[in-house]
T-cell receptor, first 111, second 115 residues
Framework: GQNIDQPTEMTATEGAIVQINCTYQ??????LFWYQQHAGEAPTFLSY????GLEEKGRFSSFLSRSKGYSYLLLKELQMKDSASYLC????????????FGSGTRLLVRP | DVKVTQSSRYLVKRTGEKVFLECVQD?????MFWYRQDPGLGLRLIYF???????EKGDIPEGYSVSREKKERFSLILESASTNQTSMYLC??????????????FGPGTRLTVL
């Protein structure tokens, strides 16, 4: 089957660094996505990892360890606008068409 | 830029009504998806389509049907709306390649309230 776990909520301070973890169990693996979703809006793509290691994109970085079934999203120099939900997603085991999403981590950035 | 549009941002319907949610994408994507999103439950897949006239059930298809008559358009139908179908509905599309590595793009969502 397919299972994705991430923390429900996190709080951090403006200007700080925060790491949002995601663990997954899957038979077959075609990559892991991170999406950002502001309240009342659609998810928007942040990053995609298919190989082990860290991918950096400005203030956001995403890490993957396939052997551990683990990923994290690292947000640096936090800004108030980073307050949002962050969704981890990977492809379903029974069909490469379907992205399976975690429940999301709601991040609150405080001044 | 990929664009996925949905027919309504907000919709209010009564129990028992038939409801159509339309989704259109302009990037010639083969795969299209309908999700619903509820607090604490995350995104759950209702139906998806990998080609015109092709459809497959997702994780929660009960009470829903879909139609894909044209490549760019994927419709979600609630035959007889019920209050437990009050939710945010998100459409998404993605191209198909052998490795399935392309990004999935979402529409803006339709917040449906069934009274």
């Amino acid at each position: 089957g397919q299972n994705i776990d991430q923390p429900t909520e996190m709080t951090a301070t403006e200007g700080a660094i925060v790491q949002i973890n995601c663990t997954y169990q899957t038979s077959g693996f075609n990559g892991l996505f991170w999406y950002q979703q502001h309240a009342g809006e659609a998810p928007t793509f942040l990053s995609y990892n298919v190989l082990d290691g860290l991918e950096e994109k400005g203030r956001f970085s995403s890490f993957l360890s396939r052997s551990k079934g683990y990923s994290y999203l690292l947000l640096k120099e936090l800004q108030m606008k980073d307050s949002a939900s962050y969704l981890c997603a990977t492809f379903g085991w029974d069909s490469s068409y379907k992205l399976i999403f975690g429940s999301g981590t709601r991040l609150l950035v405080r001044p | 830029d990929v664009k996925v549009t949905q027919s309504s941002r907000y919709l209010v319907k009564r129990t028992g009504e038939k409801v159509f949610l339309e989704c259109v994408q302009d990037m010639d994507h083969e795969n299209m998806f309908w999700y619903r999103q509820d607090p604490g439950l995350g995104l759950r897949l209702i139906y998806f389509s990998y080609d015109v006239k092709m459809k497959e059930k997702g994780d929660i298809p009960e009470g829903y049907s879909v139609s894909r008559e044209k490549k760019e358009r994927f419709s979600l139908i609630l035959e007889s709306a019920s209050t437990n179908q009050t939710s945010m509905y998100l459409c998404a599309s993605r191209t198909r390649n052998p490795l399935n590595t392309d990004t999935q793009y979402f529409g803006p969502g339709t917040r449906l309230t069934v009274l």
